[in-house]
């Protein structure tokens, strides 16, 4: 953790141009709920970005391990606000970026294979479904007890199948048929548009990857939101907290740059 406070931090981080905020969907920008259609943003965390994103020299993103266009619809921005969307852990950018990805043939048979081999935890797992992403498949196990929802997911991660990448969430096992992640993204949207330090907010495993990539040392602020373990130099309580934190950002840019 940074021996200076986050407020500091995020001046320091605000004086520079241009820069990247950049931040999660679920846990983030919205609570956690049981069921992920009915997630919903916090107020003033959306129209704070869309306010970040009209102030000079400021880029902004979400980064979500939902599908790009779930988390189009989820936010309700438009491609017209400056808002760069990418869904399903960076594997789906709603621009074009220097991924180096290519959902060819070979990736469809891998995600056939992938989506198998869940299927299979699913029948055996009652209470656990499945969703479907363009790149991807997804195991789901909240509203299980926590014995039933280990079960599956230890059923889930002793799937090995080559070419597929595994990661584990909060209530997820996500087989991803590219290798991309948060972190590699975020490094491909930085280096399009040039900026020189980035803030990132996330709750999840899969946002760590992001934060292995913004060493504080260059100028990057990584914010854990909620519990558990982390890389990241500092941690809010949750999505109210979110906000705070782009508001923080929003008073220290300066305006006249």
């Keep these: 953790m940074s ?23 679920d846990g983030v920008l919205a609570p956690l709920v049981q069921d992920p259609s009915t997630s919903r943003p916090v107020d003033g965390s959306i129209d704070a970005l869309r306010e970040l994103a009209r102030t000079p020299g400021v880029f902004v993103a979400i980064v979500s391990g939902r599908d790009l266009a ?8 438009t491609p017209e606000e400056g808002i760069t969307l990418i869904g399903s852990h960076g594997a789906e950018p709603d621009r074009d970026l220097p991924l180096r990805v290519d959902f060819d043939d070979a990736a469809r048979e891998r995600l056939a294979r992938a989506t198998q081999a869940l299927e ?7 209470g656990t ?7 991807g498949v997804v195991l789901h196990t909240r509203g299980l007890s926590p014995e039933a929802a280990d079960a599956a997911a230890t059923q889930a991660l002793a799937i090995d199948l080559p070419g597929v990448h595994t990661m584990s969430g909060k209530q997820i096992v996500e087989f991803s048929v590219l290798p991309v992640t948060k972190g590699i993204a975020l490094q491909a949207l930085a280096a399009q548009d040039g900026t020189v330090a980035t803030c990132y907010l996330g709750d999840d495993v899969t946002d760590e990857t992001a934060f292995a990539v913004l060493p504080a040392d260059a100028g990057n602020v990584t914010i854990k939101v909620g519990p558990g373990p982390t890389g990241a130099e500092f941690r809010i309580a949750g999505p109210p907290e979110v906000v705070a934190v782009f508001q923080t950002v929003l008073r220290a840019v300066p305006h006249d740059r």
């Design 129 to 135: 479904r499945l969703e479907h992403k363009p790149a």
């Design 3 to 25: 021996e200076a406070t986050l407020p500091q931090a995020l001046s320091a981080y605000a004086a520079r141009s241009p820069i990247l905020l950049a931040t999660d969907f």
């Design 70 to 77: 779930a988390l189009r619809q989820l936010t309700g921005v």
């Design 120 to 126: 299979q935890v699913v029948a055996a797992q009652p």
